[in-house]
């Protein structure tokens, strides 16, 4: 099966950056996905990860390191309307996803 | 982009009846699609994996012959949820893959409230 880990809350400030951590451990691993999700919406797709290293998308970035089953999502100039859950899931190697619990990110003024 | 459709956005019946709820696909072929259910404050749960023309494969703990899944064609599967009770109540939504793309398309989501 799958483990995946994420702290359940956070809180930043407008304009700061802030860095959420995901670790996982998989039987198989066929890439990384972080979604962002608003309260009352289905979740929306932020980036994929299948190689180590950083992938840049604007104000948000994700990083793997798939030797230390970790990755995180870097959210640069935060805004308010940043405030959302912040999911990462895995994909193995049967098509298989398998979901953290979400990471609450509050921006705060 | 691809897009997923769910219908109804909303639902509200009765205890006792059945409801089903619609996935689409609306632009692309959708070889696999999933059905994930999410209470408050909760993150997503995965209920179900349904591949086009076969037998969904449920995750442990969900009833199979409660939650009935269909996935008649490429672009369209089916969730009914049957004999509802208010514990049923929900947020519940879909997502589809297909061989070329590696992400999933979420839906809308269906929020369901049984009274």
């Known amino acids: 099966g799958q483990n995946i880990d994420q702290p359940t809350e956070m809180t930043a400030t407008e304009g700061a950056i802030v860095q959420i951590n995901c670790t996982y451990q998989?039987?198989?691993?066929?890439?990384l996905f972080w979604y962002q999700q608003h309260a009352g919406e289905a979740p929306t797709f932020l980036s994929y990860?299948?190689?180590?290293g950083l992938e840049e998308k604007g104000r948000f970035s994700s990083f793997l390191s798939r030797s230390k089953g970790y990755s995180y999502l870097l959210l640069k100039e935060l805004q308010m309307k940043d405030s959302a859950s912040y999911l990462c899931a895995v994909r193995d190697t049967g098509n298989q996803f398998y979901f953290g619990t979400g990471t609450s990110l509050t921006v705060i003024p | 982009g691809a897009v997923v459709s769910q219908h109804p956005s909303w639902v509200i019946c009765k205890s006792g009846t059945s409801v089903k709820i619609e996935c689409r696909s609306l632009d692309f072929q959708a070889t696999t699609m999933f059905w994930y259910r999410q209470f408050p404050k909760q993150s997503l749960m995965l209920m179900a994996t349904?591949?086009?023309?076969?037998?969904?494969?449920?995750e442990q703990g969900v009833e199979k012959d409660k939650f009935l899944i269909n996935h008649a064609s490429l672009t369209l599967s089916t969730l009914t949820v049957t004999s509802a009770h208010p514990e049923d109540s929900s947020f519940y939504i879909c997502?589809?893959?297909?061989?070329?793309?590696?992400?999933?398309?979420f839906g809308p989501g269906t929020r369901l409230t049984v009274t």
């Open positions: 998989t039987s198989g691993f066929n890439g």
């Open positions: 990860n299948v190689l180590d």
């Open positions: 997502s589809a893959t297909s061989g070329s793309r590696h992400e999933q398309y």
């Open positions: 349904s591949n086009e023309g076969s037998k969904a494969t449920y």
